[in-house]
T-cell receptor, first 116, second 116 residues
């Protein structure tokens, strides 16, 4: 596709349920990032993938959060036993190179998660 | 430590006024990159500019201009003759080398309101 796509665009779930958020990066982009943006806040880094591996998981807020990437393309962010404080917009970004810090990250439209 | 500070939480101007958004960064890297992103009400982050630490030339793109000063660790963004469509949240970001070399450090954002 032309840009980063994310699905679903909106998700409402009940506290305690598991959710899966999907990100489809720009074709050919080897680096993929997940961020969280709470209402009116800046971006909080969650995890970064180089290809299928995640060298930096330092931003994951708890062990309820996990992410995987298969085939060097699509990534899934899973939140288990969701809590109300997980409500936020989850943004995915991709960049061309996995070795250069200069590469611009291009963002998807985000998934708005609401935990009731 | 890597850090980006956008001290202005929210700015309101009247259309056609000039406005400058401040960005101050901290880094131990000698090679780093600075970015500005725009987040309109629709939510999707839009890339505006990338600058590397070796290039201190100011840049102008239409009504947008950027002033990079290493001496003060600042990368300020000026919109000339602002328009209502410029209303958005603007984020400054930093990336650099090191273990987390592809990690972006975002400021907390400045919300710009341009009134007609």
């Amino acid at each position: 596709g032309a840009g980063v796509s994310q699905s679903p665009s909106n998700k409402v779930t009940e506290k305690g349920k598991d959710v899966e958020l999907r990100c489809d990066p720009i074709s050919g982009h080897t680096a993929l990032y997940w961020y969280r943006q709470s209402l009116g806040q800046g971006l909080e880094f969650l995890i970064y993938f180089q290809g299928n591996s995640a060298p930096d998981k330092s931003g994951l807020p708890s062990d309820r959060f996990s992410a995987e990437r298969t085939g060097g393309s699509v990534s899934t962010l899973t939140i288990q036993r969701t809590q109300q404080e997980d409500s936020a917009v989850y943004l995915c970004a991709s960049s061309l190179s996995r070795t250069s810090s200069q590469e611009t990250q291009y963002f998807g439209p985000g998934t708005r998660l609401l935990v009731l | 430590a890597q850090k980006v500070t956008q001290a202005q939480t929210e700015i309101s101007v009247v259309e056609k006024e000039d406005v400058t958004l401040d960005c101050v960064y901290e880094t131990r890297d000698t090679t780093y990159y600075l970015f500005w992103y725009k987040q309109p009400p629709s939510g999707e982050l839009v890339f505006l500019i990338r600058r590397n630490s070796f290039d201190e030339q100011n840049e102008i793109s239409g009504r947008y201009s950027w002033n990079f000063q290493k001496s003060t660790s600042s990368f300020n963004f000026t919109i000339t003759a602002s328009q209502v469509v410029d209303s958005a949240v603007y984020f400054c970001a930093l990336s650099g080398r090191g273990y987390n070399f592809n990690k972006f450090y975002f400021g907390s954002g400045t919300k710009l309101n341009v009134k007609p």
